[in-house]
């Protein structure tokens, strides 16, 4: 019923700035919390940010300060502003929908900094 598509991954040098789009698709996206989880080799998938239908935020502490979270609902699309990227932002970036209860989640894209 939700499709997520995300994009905007790629190489960044370390200090650099990447913006991640990812583009839903279904119904009730209006009301659905969207965030943003990420997976690093080797460890658990965590959330890096997220925000609500109400436009409330939450960002995870290593993100605060320089991850900004936003979504359009016009298009459908939720976006993650990165800058002073660290190695250890490297993971694969994963967008997800939570509605009604239900979570939906895109296939990833990689997020890969260099030193």
């Known amino acids: 019923q939700v499709q997520l598509v995300e994009s905007g991954g790629g190489l960044v040098q370390a200090g650099g700035s990447l913006i991640l789009s990812c583009a839903a698709s279904g119904s009730m996206l209006s009301i659905a919390t969207m965030a943003w989880y990420r997976q690093a080799p080797g460890k658990q998938r965590e959330l890096v940010a997220l925000?609500?239908?109400?436009?409330?935020?939450n960002y995870a502490d290593s993100a605060k300060g320089r991850f900004t979270i936003s979504r359009d609902n016009a298009k459908n699309t939720v976006i993650l502003e990165m800058k002073s990227l660290k190695p250890e932002d490297t993971a694969v970036y994963y967008c997800?929908?939570?509605?009604?209860?239900?979570?939906?989640w895109g296939k990833g894209t990689l997020v890969t900094v260099s030193s």
């Open positions: 925000i609500t239908r109400d436009y409330s935020t």
């Open positions: 997800n929908i939570n509605r009604v209860g239900m979570n939906f």
